[in-house]
């Protein structure tokens, strides 16, 4: 009998560890999967002749983008249904921030950013 309970115990727990080798497997396979998409789709739009220069936020779904297509630069409001050209901007007026790097920006430096952020009193 208490070979028995012994037995049913081992078989719980290799059991158990079974499940839990295969979800690591799993959480694996999305993470390279996740990472081999996000580069695909990251050089399929720095291709091409549309390169969005920087993007502002002035409403909950409402943006304001610059937007280079071909040699040509324009501004455009952004809504949640509508896509509005404000103008074209000419190469002089535009002021490109030469310290922000948006390739250096992943997701560790953001939260250790987050994490060392003090409200000024």
Do not use: P, R
């Not at 079974?18 to 959480?27: K, P, W």
């Amino acid at each position: 009998m208490i070979l028995a309970l012994h037995n049913s115990s081992t078989g719980g727990f290799i059991q158990f560890l079974t499940v839990f080798v295969l979800f690591i497997i799993v959480l694996v396979l999305c993470a390279f999967t996740t990472k081999f998409v996000a580069g695909y789709q990251k050089s399929k739009m720095n291709s091409g002749n549309i390169h969005v220069l920087e993007t502002f936020k002035i409403a909950n779904n409402k943006y304001i983008q610059i937007v280079q297509i071909g040699d040509k630069t324009f501004a455009i409001a952004i809504g949640k249904d509508s896509v509005t050209l404000i103008g074209e901007l000419n190469e002089e007026s535009i002021m490109i921030d030469e310290n922000f790097n948006s390739e250096g920006m992943d997701f560790k430096n953001l939260l250790d950013k987050a994490k060392n952020f003090k409200l000024k009193k």
